[in-house]
Every structure is written in C-alpha cells, then in structure tokens.
C-alpha cells in the first residue's frame, strides 16, 4: 500500500509518527508532504521521517493563506499522480482533500478542532471518512465517525510513549525541581483572527506570580519573547517537549493541544482561550484534570489564581495519576483503529 500525509503544524508530526513507523513496518510506502510551522520540519528530522518541503509557513495574514492554500492544492495534487498513492492520511488538511478528490483516492482524516471551520467545510465533501473525538461539537455529516478517544492519544498513550527522566538529564533539563510550564500562542492561525492574548508585560508579571510560589517557570512560545521573558523560554529539543510536560507540576496554556496532552499525561491543566472544544470540556468535566477559561476580559486572572490554589496542593501529581488511570480505561487506543480503518479504505478504493 502507498500513502500520503501531509502536516502543517507540529502537533500533527507528533500526532502520526506513530501510524508512519506502523506502515514502513508492515512494508507500505509513505510520502510526506511537509510544511514548516513552529518547527514542525525540526521535528520531522528528529523522528527520522523522510519528507518533501513544500512551504515554509502558513501564512500571516488572508490573503497569504490563500495564496498558500490555491499552491499546496497544486503542489499536494502534482506530488500525488508521480506518486499515485491508494490513500491519503492526517488531519483536515484541504488541500489533501483536494489532492485525493482530484485523483480519485480516498481520504481518511481526524480532526478534533471544532473552529477550522474552512478545513471542515471542504474536507466534509471531498474526503471519504472523518473520524472525531465523542465529544466534537460540531455535526459533520454522513462521512463523520465519533470515536471515543482524544487526538493526543495518538502519541501519547502508554502502549506508546513512556515518561524518560533521563532524557531530560542528557539534555540539561532538570526534571525533578518543581516547575510549570506556560504555553503563549502566536494569535495567528486562520481561527485566531480578531482574538488576541497578553502583552509582553502582562506575561512578564504572569510567569513572576507562579515562580513566586517556588518553582521555577519554563515557557513555550510560538512567537519571540520579550528580553524580561527570554531567559524563560523552554530550550530543550522539540522531541522532547512531552516528557518536560509529564513531570510538570501544572500546565498553563493559551493553546488546547497542550493543555490537553497535560491531561492525558496525568498532570492538570489551565486552558485560557475564547475557542471551546468537546475534547476539552469533559477533560474538565469528567475528569477534572482540566480547567476552561474561556469567557470573560477577566480570563487570565482566574485562571492565575486556580493555577496558585492548585500548586498549593501537595498530593496534586499523586491526584492527576489517579484521574488519569480513570481517562485511560474509558478510551480508545486510537493508533490501531486508525490503521485498521486506513487499510480498509485504501483497499475499497474511493467511497464519497
């Protein structure tokens, strides 16, 4: 079997090197298509995955974005008939979508972002299957599968990913201090327009209020960090960014992916963003190792202070372990069912 994948973030390298090591194993072919956002073509190498680099960025502004969009559906399209592949894989990418239309190939995507309302409306009528979390807020459709799994599963379930302490050590990370990671996003994806997070004071004086409690504050960033914050921000290699989040004491996070990969690691989570998910209301629902400020100009300041009453909790990771145990028996092991579906599909061919 050949199979094409595309990425244009890294949340989607982590999310499907699994299912790449899977398929090269079984002896398939595997083209990715790759565009580099947030190092995501950094990451690429770390895994060893091969790729072909078609843009660097995704754009800043609309019309960017849609120049990109109009060339990758050109570009995905030419890679697809030199390597005629029997099914295209990912996330609701649309210019796949527009890729596996236009040459008669199914597509098989999970998507787990409510608010990639562009994406959605083109991969519902192109693509073959859409398979989303349980709990997906939006109704896409005959072509739609609900799963009762979460997309960070993907790579972070225990069948495939152990917490390495000493990973860390070699890479000048100490992962026994108590820390907290922050997690500012850039505020420019195509769902982020008219939305906008702190200024750099604003971050300055939220880092200073958490390493006042006596851990030390690491930073994740997608955009520069002021000269007060530089000295803050997270150096250690992308690869490596899970374990640093899995003996985190908490996680506060503009962005839902890392907010929810905290979740299922067992560590709770601070999510201050306007845009809601399912994925991260029952995080917070059923399990409690989440919590959504979505609403209100007053947002960061709540979350700040939660953040302070849970890192004054001293059986704070004994309790997220436990919440964690309870998440992982009710869901799905997803790499297997996603195998399992993309071998199905590219052996019946096409099926709108």
Request: glycine fraction near 6%.
């Amino acid at each position: 079997m050949k199979a094409i994948i595309a990425v244009v973030h890294p949340a989607w390298v982590h999310q499907f090197h699994t299912i790449i090591e899977r398929l090269k194993q079984n002896g398939d072919e595997v083209l990715m298509l790759a565009v580099d956002k947030d190092g995501a073509e950094s990451l690429l190498q770390s895994y060893g995955i091969p790729y072909v680099l078609c843009a660097r960025g995704t754009g800043t502004n609309v019309l960017q974005k849609g120049w990109l969009f109009l060339r990758l559906c050109v570009e995905f399209t030419r890679q697809a008939r030199r390597f005629r592949p029997d099914i295209f894989i990912g996330r609701a990418s649309p210019m796949q979508a527009v890729a596996a239309f236009v040459t008669g190939k199914p597509h098989l995507l999970y998507e787990d972002t409510e608010v990639s309302r562009f994406s959605l409306n083109i991969c519902k009528r192109l693509s073959t299957k859409l398979l989303t979390p349980r709990t997906f807020l939006t109704d896409l459709g005959s072509k739609q599968e609900r799963v009762d799994t979460y997309k960070e599963l993907f790579y972070l379930h225990p069948s495939v990913f152990t917490p390495n302490k000493q990973l860390l050590r070699d890479a000048g990370f100490d992962p026994d201090e108590p820390y907290v990671v922050v997690r500012f996003v850039a505020w420019n994806a195509s769902h982020d327009v008219g939305k906008h997070g702190l200024s750099d004071a604003e971050q300055l004086k939220l880092v200073q209020r958490l390493e006042a409690t006596g851990v030390r504050v690491w930073v994740s960033s997608e955009k520069p960090l002021s000269a007060e914050l530089a000295p803050y921000r997270l150096a250690t290699p992308f690869h490596l960014a899970h374990h640093v989040l899995a003996f985190a004491r908490l996680v506060y996070s503009e962005g839902a992916t890392m907010a929810s990969e905290a979740v299922v690691l067992g560590v709770h989570a601070l999510y201050v963003n306007v845009i809601k998910s399912g994925s991260t209301q029952e995080q917070s629902e059923r399990y409690g190792l989440l919590y959504n400020f979505n609403e209100g100009e007053d947002r960061y300041a709540r979350a700040l202070e939660q953040a302070l009453a849970l890192l004054a909790v001293p059986e704070l990771a004994a309790q997220g372990q436990a919440k964690r145990a309870k998440l992982l028996a009710e869901k799905v092991d997803i790499n297997d069912y996603y195998l399992a579906e993309t071998y199905r599909l590219a052996q019946a061919g096409r099926k709108g």
